[in-house]
């Protein structure tokens, strides 16, 4: 069985910065991909930034220059720097994993954290 799990969300004041992190545990065979999306109130899910196994990343267009994803692939874990945050980035983040267990090759999802933007 698979899990993923997310920490360091949280209340921060526009344009400060937070930093995401998701690790990933169970019998993983390969993670072909994370990432992180977002959902604000009211909105759909979108795809905020991902990272390949071969370290390829990609970002919306709202967060570019502003997020940076990172991975350790020995741990098994994504981080996602947040900076000069913006009262709109304010949703639950959530982990997403892109990955083959003992079983299957499936996609994985974290519980999600709340990131609020706010004065």
């Known amino acids: 069985q698979v899990q993923l799990g997310e920490s360091g969300g949280g209340l921060v004041q526009p344009g400060g910065s937070l930093r995401l992190s998701c690790a990933a545990s169970?019998?993983?065979?390969?993670?072909?991909?994370m990432a992180w999306y977002r959902q604000a109130p009211g909105k759909q899910r979108e795809l905020v930034t991902y990272i390949t196994s071969a370290g390829k990343t990609a970002y919306a267009d709202s967060v570019k220059g502003r997020f940076t994803i990172s991975r350790d692939k020995a741990k098994n874990t994504v981080t996602l720097q947040m900076s000069s945050l913006k009262p709109e980035d304010t949703a639950v983040y959530y982990c997403?994993?892109?990955?083959?267990?003992?079983?299957?090759?499936?996609?994985?999802w974290g519980p999600g954290t709340q990131v609020t933007v706010s004065s």
């Open positions: 169970g019998s993983i065979l390969s993670i072909y991909r």
């Open positions: 997403n994993a892109d990955l083959r267990n003992d079983l299957k090759r499936g996609d994985y």
